[in-house]
């Protein structure tokens, strides 16, 4: 199993311009689930799944959109990217929901300029 | 509103020595406790979790309490060793399908 897997791994936007950060496991996992992490603030969710069809908004979504059309893959996406968007996203799953171990994808470093 | 406090945000222990990091929660609904490590550049692992039908859990170097009534866990690593520094979250899940984290403790091992 390759696991959680994000890609790109880097990524450089300028202000305005919008993008698709892609997420992916082969777990068949229901839940699903992206965090951004910034310093000295944790991972804070942005948005997550309970199964395919099915998305709901977490902590700080404003900015971000994500829809669930298969179980395997969980895209974010960044309307009109903003410097304050810049951070390390992380995608996670696990296999029945927020009461068992989060598997987490390596992350991608955004930087909006 | 926060639902997840952690403290402190950064530890430094002599090698050898214990460390204990707690955190707080809000739902009294909660019953799943995990405690995920993150190394630098890398990303957050489970090291250890604990359900609410327990008071302790251990597992080696590393345990876990759990008071319910004060709605307050701790992960305590004994015996610490230079690559148990790290970033660790402590998170607690929400009623409403969300898992909430605390916003880590920087610990380090000094030599």
């Known amino acids: 199993n390759a696991g959680v897997t994000q890609t790109p791994k880097f990524q450089v936007l300028k202000t305005g311009q919008s993008m698709t950060l892609q997420c992916a496991q082969d777990?068949?996992?229901?839940?699903m689930s992206w965090y951004r992490q910034d310093p000295g603030m944790g991972l804070r969710l942005i948005h997550y799944?309970?199964?395919?069809?099915?998305?709901d908004q977490g902590e700080v979504p404003n900015g971000y959109n994500v829809s669930r059309s298969t179980t395997e893959d969980f895209p974010l996406r960044l309307l009109s990217a903003a410097p304050s968007q810049t951070s390390v996203y992380f995608c996670?799953?696990?296999?029945?929901?927020?009461?068992?171990?989060?598997?987490f994808g390596p992350g991608t470093r955004l930087t909006v300029t | 509103g926060e639902n997840v406090e952690q403290h402190p945000s950064t530890l430094s222990v002599q090698e050898g020595d214990s460390a204990v990091i707690k955190c707080t929660y809000s739902?009294?609904?909660?019953?799943?406790f995990p405690w995920y490590k993150q190394e630098l550049g890398k990303r957050p692992q489970l090291i250890i979790d604990?359900?609410?039908?327990?008071g302790e859990k251990k597992d080696q170097r590393i345990a876990v309490t759990l008071n319910k009534t004060a709605k307050h866990f701790s992960l305590h690593i004994t015996e610490t060793q230079p690559e148990d520094s790290a970033v660790y979250f402590c998170?607690?899940?929400?009623?409403?399908?969300?898992?909430?984290f605390g916003k880590g403790t920087r610990l380090h091992i000094l030599p």
């Open positions: 777990m068949n996992h229901e839940y």
């Open positions: 996670a799953s696990s296999y029945s929901g927020q009461w068992r171990e989060q598997y």
């Open positions: 739902d009294s609904a909660s019953n799943y």
């Open positions: 998170a607690a899940p929400r009623g409403d399908d969300k898992i909430i």
């Open positions: 604990i359900r609410s039908n327990v």
């Open positions: 799944s309970v199964g395919a069809g099915i998305t």
